[in-house]
């Protein structure tokens, strides 16, 4: 019995380690701020720039930052004092006090 308990632990492991492995976080791109915004700013576009896990942002308003991935999904910066959750598809970033900036997505136009 506790060998057949075994064996269902070690195969229960080796399919769900694929699917917990976090992928490396890309948050390079333009986005928008969506939500709670500077006054004045609101739908403004917001930049993120990415190499390894050092970070630039620049805020809606032109504020820029430097920072870095702290662990898997979360961003901190020390000159914003702040931090920010990254969507799992890398779309949305919220920080910790709500503001929300939302990844750019071109428009392919199809031209018959």
Do not use: T
């Not at 986005?31 to 720039?49: F, I, S």
């Amino acid at each position: 019995m506790m060998k057949m308990a075994l064996s269902v632990a070690c195969l229960m492991a080796a399919i769900s380690a694929p699917a917990l492995a976090d992928r490396s976080l890309n948050v390079d791109g333009v986005d928008r701020c969506m939500h709670l915004c500077v006054p004045g700013y609101e739908g403004a576009r917001a930049y993120v720039g990415q190499s390894g896990s050092q970070v630039n942002l620049v805020s809606e308003s032109g504020d820029a930052a430097i920072g870095h991935i702290e662990w898997p999904r979360r961003i901190w910066s020390d000159q914003w004092d702040k931090g920010a959750m990254v969507s799992p598809e890398g779309i949305k970033i919220q920080f910790d006090h709500g503001e929300v900036w939302i990844r750019e997505m071109p428009v392919i136009q199809y031209r018959p």
